[in-house]
């Protein structure tokens, strides 16, 4: 079992940033890549960002490249998403995600273990 604790989430004016955490406990932190999403209201759960275990792999969506960068700290048990340049179209729960898997998945469903997520509004 892996649990997950994101943070860092808040109110911000368009064009601001925020650095969402997102903590890891249990299992191997390692042996996981793992993923950002967010879920709008009314929306369905699309993929943000994906790093791999040993962060040599980097997978963005099309509307964060640019924008959001995804890095972790294996010694801290942590992944980060680096948002900047915040648009209000980017307002979300977001969440990160563990998966056990080698293969550079974007569907939700592939992932394993899921944070309770943490709120992102960008007001413009």
């Not at 932190?29 to 943000?48: D, H, I, L, T």
């Not at 980017?90 to 969440?95: F, L, N, R, S």
Request: net charge positive.
């Amino acid at each position: 079992q892996v649990h997950l604790a994101e943070s860092g989430g808040g109110l911000v004016q368009a064009g601001g940033s925020l650095r969402l955490s997102c903590a890891a406990s249990g299992r191997t932190f390692s042996n996981y890549a793992m993923g950002w999403f967010r879920q709008a209201p009314g929306k369905e759960r699309e993929f943000v960002a994906r790093i791999s275990r040993s962060a040599s792999s980097l997978l963005y969506a099309d509307t964060a490249k640019g924008r959001f960068t995804i890095s972790r700290d294996n010694a801290k048990n942590t992944v980060y998403l680096q948002m900047n340049s915040l648009k209000p179209e980017d307002t979300a729960v977001y969440y990160c995600a563990a998966d056990g898997g080698i293969l550079p998945v974007t569907t939700p469903h592939r992932y394993e273990y899921w944070g309770q997520g943490t709120q992102v509004t960008v007001s413009s």
